[in-house]
């Protein structure tokens, strides 16, 4: 296995749960006396640039299908942080009806909602369907895609790039970091705005947050290796 941001050669292991069947993978009545197919759950820890990493047992369209259980909006506490959010945002960027933010990864349209409601335009990015598609009833323009540096390109030359791109809980969900971040670069705005949430490594070791840990999530970050991932 390489690291998926560095390439080099991953020897040093991080912490090996042995197997488990796929997080959200929820069954039916009727599976439940079949077998059940369980992946490798050990982590590694790149020596060069210290990105903690699982491997991509999982395709991430298997994961991230119109079938993703989890949609943002079913925690009350997450739309309150949402919406404090937004209201930091824009008044800190001034933004208004001219401006164009972009969310990677908008789920069901839990944090663009409000910038709709203050009439700032935007645009959402989610592979999963169903969330996809529940954005839409809230009339919020969703791209049902994968991102990375072709739509952004794509975005780009339609003259869609962003003062402002969100990135809430997306970085650790992609197998393929590089081409994510060089897709931030494309989209962005010259002089705009990146803004990004991640689960904090060092958080995962101090509290031994280990139920944390799953396939979905396919990165584990520090500061450290975040700076590094985007300078570079």
Partial sequence: MRC???DNNLTHEFIDL?????????????????????YPLKLFVCHNCFLVQI?????SKEIFNQDYAYFSSFSTSWLDH?????D???????LDS??????????????????????IPCLGIEPSANTAQ??????????EEFFGVNLAQRLAQAGRKADLI????????????????????????????????????????????????????FSYLSFHTVRRILVE
């Fill in 4 to 6: 998926r941001f560095c």
């Fill in 18 to 38: 042995v197997n488990a069947p796929p997080s959200n993978a929820f069954l039916t009545e009727k599976q439940l006396n079949e077998p059940e197919i369980f």
């Fill in 55 to 59: 491997d991509e047992y999982k395709d």
């Fill in 82 to 86: 949402a919406r404090k959010y937004v």
């Fill in 88 to 94: 930091m945002i824009t008044d800190r960027l001034r």
């Fill in 98 to 119: 001219k401006s164009h933010v972009m969310e990677i990864a908008s789920n069901d349209g839990y944090l663009l909602q409000y910038f709709k409601e203050k009439q």
């Fill in 134 to 143: 529940a954005a839409r009833e809230k009339g919020i323009e969703t791209l």
């Fill in 166 to 217: 969100i990135g809430n809980n997306v970085l650790a969900h992609v197998p393929d970091v590089n081409d994510f971040v060089s897709g931030l670069k494309v989209a962005l705005k010259d002089g705009g705005v990146l803004t990004m949430e991640f689960p904090h490594l060092m958080r995962l070791i101090e509290e031994n947050q280990f139920d944390t840990i799953y396939h979905e999530h």
